[in-house]
């Protein structure tokens, strides 16, 4: 896009983010990322009907994500089975309130995910899957699943290399409980849109590729890509779906060396 004046990442906005508390204040706050989420859709001239924003709670109180609900959010992201778990549970009073995990699975979580998820966003791999589908059958539910791709080439990055992914999607239509809906990816972390970019730019161009000859059953149209500190170059890009934490909710107390324990190789935050 080299019309466009580059769109900066906001990652030093860490530790600023306000933290809302009240209905109102999540409602200001979520109309603040949408509004973003919509002019960055108008400069590349995209239907912002077309891009979901999904609110990541981790970390944050249940009085936090009952705000957040009254605010409006009718669907949650968490990175951790455990928390996402412990949240449903405390959250039975709001039926109408699914729940995306987005974070990396271990097969024995899968009982778990079968019950109360309605999303993951991190598949990367066939006994996943496979533990998933078994559980799904036996729940007589259905669930939307994303395929997780390492498109910065760190190794403490999850997902599959870009190269795995069609031979991958074709192993899928056997799991009949797995809809899949798309790939998702984080881009590398920097402060550098010149190295963000390329990240968002891989994923859509492997998702256009594959898409040309999608086994059936496989559906690849959505693009889980973009978090607080670059999901507007990532719908510059083609995101589907943003997932926005801290600029909803506010900042976190750790570090995001904490959930991405080596996050830049160039040594900026
Ligand atoms: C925490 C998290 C996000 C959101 O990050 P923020 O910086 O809080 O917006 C997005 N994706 C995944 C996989 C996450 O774990």
């Not at 896009?1 to 990442?9: K, N, R, Y």
């Not at 002019?39 to 009907?49: F, I, L, N, T």
């Not at 990396?104 to 990367?124: C, I, M, P």
């Not at 590398?188 to 891989?202: E, G, K, M, N, W």
């Amino acid at each position: 896009m080299s019309f466009l004046l580059e769109t900066p990442t906001r990652h030093e906005a860490h530790g600023l983010y306000p933290e809302p508390s009240t209905e109102e204040e999540f409602r200001q706050a979520l109309a603040g990322v949408r509004a973003r989420m919509d002019a960055a859709c108008r400069r590349v001239g995209r239907d912002p009907a077309g891009v979901r924003l999904l609110p990541v709670s981790k970390t944050k109180p249940e009085s936090s994500l009952r705000a957040a609900y009254a605010a409006g959010c009718r669907m949650l992201g968490e990175n951790t089975v455990q928390e996402a778990w412990r949240k449903w549970e405390a959250l039975q009073d709001l039926p109408d309130l699914r729940w995306s995990v987005i974070g990396h699975l271990q097969t024995n979580k899968a009982r778990q995910v079968a019950r109360f998820a309605s999303e993951f966003q991190a598949l990367d791999s066939l006994r996943v899957a496979e533990a998933l589908d078994r559980r799904l059958q036996v729940e007589g539910r259905g669930l939307d699943v994303f395929v997780q791709v390492n498109t910065s080439g760190e190794a403490s990055k999850y997902g599959l290399a870009p190269r795995d992914v069609a031979a991958f999607l074709r192993n899928l239509p056997v799991y009949s409980g797995l809809r899949v809906r798309g790939l998702m990816t984080l881009a590398v972390f920097s402060h550098d849109p010149a190295r963000v970019r390329p990240c968002f730019q891989l994923l859509r161009g492997l998702r256009d590729r594959l898409r040309q000859n999608v086994p059936r059953g496989v559906e690849l149209d959505g693009l889980s890509m973009g978090m607080s500190g670059d999901f507007e170059i990532a719908i510059e890009e083609g995101a589907t779906v943003v997932r926005v934490g801290q600029g909803i909710f506010g900042a976190r107390a750790l570090p995001d060396s904490h959930y991405w324990p080596v996050i830049c190789q160039d040594g900026s935050p």
